[in-house]
């Protein structure tokens, strides 16, 4: 995420505001199927499953993280490796 904040110029309070708002969304992030052959960022996706779709303003930017084999596990796995140190309330 940082070639967002470094191509918007944030300041640091902006940067804090938009830590706070990517904790928020990968608390419960946006999470797809999506089948082998799709075109992603980076090269078409080899395996089917369910993926985690990055907070990104740059369209196909970040690539889909995956796969899980549920929502839960995505969700978990995000949770736990995503949420990571960005700043709380
Ligand atoms: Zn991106």
Redesign the pocket.
């Known amino acids: 995420?940082k070639?967002?904040l470094v191509s918007y110029g944030l300041s640091a309070e902006s940067v804090e505001s938009y830590g706070r708002t990517l904790r928020k969304y990968y608390l419960n992030p946006t999470i797809e199927w999506i089948e082998a052959g799709h075109e992603a960022?980076g090269g078409p996706i080899a395996e089917p499953g369910y993926y985690i779709l990055?907070y990104?303003?740059?369209p196909e930017?970040?690539r889909p993280k995956g796969p899980f084999k549920s929502e839960d596990e995505a969700r978990e796995w995000s949770r736990q490796n995503l949420v990571g140190d960005l700043p709380g309330d």
């Open positions: 995420m070639h967002v960022s990055d990104c303003e740059v930017c970040c």
